[in-house]
Structure formats: structure tokens, C-alpha cells
């Protein structure tokens, strides 16, 4: 079948956007040039202004690829579980997996953020607004629900969510134990277990406490070393 114009210029799109987010990952910004993202998209390099502005805006749609498809992949998988801790292990996994396969992405969007004067006008912030507020919406169900503490603050769960899956993820890459993600997953559900689910800690016996404690420990030692 015969592809329309539409299809033709979105399958366009996308071979420079996938061409764009290969120079940038290998080359860094500052060293990507248009010209060879044209050349590996197969396309003059005036065409590519048909689509960007600039390199600006180029960076900044791999960075909107990159997040809608971690949103909507993160609100496809909490649809299907039925439980708060389920949900949240899903989450933890999705994001650590992805931090680590786009890595150098990550990086180079955080190195950017840095430099400019006014983040929260930007629009990097909006996309990981609408982000994470899948995770805001699962905490928020486990208030409703009892289940979750109510007087910890959700933006402060969260930022302790995913502040310790990429400092995580940072550790691994650093010291090449891509193999320890399913530690990193099971020690942060713990430690939620412990201190956000609803719990009567008079209840919790000297060998559970002990093993909360062992737990803790792996934490500290797994983003130490």
C-alpha cells in the first residue's frame, strides 16, 4: 500500500530524530553536528530545519521522545496491578531500567537543566512533571485507601523515590554491577515498607527489627561502594 504524504514526512521525523539521539549520546551536544545527523538519516541537512529550528529544538524533542514514552509506558503498567506495593515495584523497576539504558541521555538533559536560569518555566520540567505524577497518583490511592501514611509529604516521597533510584543508577554504571538492579528494587521497597506503609511498629518483633536493620545496611553499602 501506497504511503501518504503524513506518513511519509512522520517516518521522516522519526529516522532524525533516531539519528539525533545517537549523535547526541555518542558526540555530546556541543559536538553533534547537523550535518552528520543529516547524513545518518539519510537526509539533506536542509530538511531537518523543515522539522527544527535548530539543535536546541532537536535536543529537546529526543528529550520529549524519550519522556512520553517513559510516561506512558509507566501509566500502561500501574493500570494492570492491583496493589500499592505492586505498583510501586513496577515503577522503581521501570525507572532504574531506563535510567540505566539511556544513561548518557540522562546526563546530558541534567547538564543542560543546570545551566538554565529559570527551570520550572521550561518545558524539561513540565515533561517530568507529567512524569512523575503517575507516582504521585499511586501514593495518593494508598492515602485514600489507608494505607500509606498520610502526614509524609507526597512531593517528599517522591523525591526520595526516584532521588534514590538514579543516585542508584549512577552507582551501577560508575561500578559496572548492572546485575545488582533486582537488590537496588528490593531494598527500597523495604525501607518504604518500614517507614511510608502504615504499620503498628509496637507489633514488629527484635528479629524482624533486625532485619529491617540488615536491609538498611545493604542500602548504605550497595551506594557506597
Known amino acids: 500500500m501506497k504511503k501518504t504524504k503524513r506518513e511519509k514526512l512522520e517516518e521522516r521525523e522519526k529516522k532524525i530524530l533516531s539519528a539525533a539521539h545517537d549523535a547526541f549520546v555518542d558526540c555530546g551536544f556541543e559536538r553533534s553536528r547537523i550535518s552528520d545527523i543529516a547524513k545518518n538519516a539519510d537526509v539533506a541537512e536542509g530538511t531537518i530545519y523543515l522539522y527544527f529550528h535548530n539543535k536546541n529544538a532537536l535536543l529537546h524533542a529526543v528529550i520529549e521522545g524519550f519522556y512520553s514514552k517513559l510516561t506512558k509506558n509507566a501509566v500502561l503498567g500501574v493500570r494492570t496491578i492491583p496493589d500499592v506495593i ?5 515503577l522503581a523497576q521501570h525507572h532504574l531500567k531506563s535510567c540505566l539504558e539511556e544513561w548518557k541521555l540522562l546526563e546530558l538533559s541534567v547538564s543542560l537543566y543546570r545551566r538554565m536560569p529559570d527551570y520550572q518555566s521550561e518545558g524539561y520540567y513540565k515533561l517530568n512533571k507529567i512524569y512523575v505524577e503517575v507516582f504521585d497518583g499511586v501514593i495518593q490511592d494508598g492515602i485514600n485507601q489507608g494505607f500509606i501514611n498520610s502526614k509524609l509529604p507526597i512531593s517528599i ?7 534514590s533510584l538514579e543516585y542508584s543508577a549512577r552507582t551501577l554504571v560508575f561500578n559496572n554491577k548492572l546485575n545488582e538492579q533486582e537488590a537496588v528494587i528490593e531494598n527500597l521497597l523495604n525501607v518504604l515498607k ?3 506503609i502504615r504499620n503498628d511498629l509496637n507489633k514488629i518483633d527484635s528479629k524482624k527489627l533486625l532485619q529491617i536493620s540488615k536491609q538498611l545496611d545493604s542500602v548504605k553499602h550497595l551506594l557506597r561502594s
Do not use: A, S
Not at 505492586?86 to 513496577?90: I, P
Not at 516521597?157 to 532521588?163: N, V
Open 86 to 90: 505492586g505498583k510501586l515495584e513496577f
Open 157 to 163: 516521597l517522591r523525591d526520595f523515590f526516584y532521588g
Open 194 to 196: 518500614v517507614g511510608v
